[in-house]
């Protein structure tokens, strides 16, 4: 059982940053892919970042060129740099994990693993 746990979420102003942490209970090298979600209130979830177990990144495009996905040398804690946040960018995030032996998918189907979330807030 694979276990996530976020951190860093906060109350930021318009233009500020934030720097979200996934803790996950193993490395994810060549084991797991993880993608970044974030659900707005009244929204649905969507994706906005992966990583694939091998290391390869995606953004969709409301968050590329603001936010950046890394983690940490021993591909336990990975991290989700966001830039010029705006009041858009108000959400629940959460990080999930699927298993990616592969490390050629970083958007998977479905998510086995699921972490309880942290609230960012972009308000003045």
């Known amino acids: 059982q694979l276990h996530l746990v976020e951190s860093g979420g906060g109350l930021v102003q318009p233009g500020g940053s934030l720097r979200l942490s996934c803790v996950v209970s193993?490395?994810?090298?060549?084991?797991?892919?993880l993608t970044w979600f974030r659900q707005a209130p009244g929204k649905e979830r969507e994706a906005i970042s992966c990583?694939?177990?091998?290391?390869?990144?995606n953004y969709v495009d409301s968050v590329k060129g603001r936010f950046t996905i890394s983690e940490d040398n021993t591909r336990t804690t990975i991290y989700l740099q966001m830039n010029s946040l705006t009041t858009e960018d108000t959400a629940v995030y959460y990080c999930a994990a699927d298993p990616d032996p592969l490390g050629s998918r970083c958007w998977r189907n479905s998510y086995a693993y699921w972490g309880q979330g942290t609230q960012v807030t972009v308000s003045s």
């Open positions: 193993e490395s994810i090298l060549f084991r797991y892919a």
């Open positions: 990583i694939s177990s091998s290391g390869r990144k």
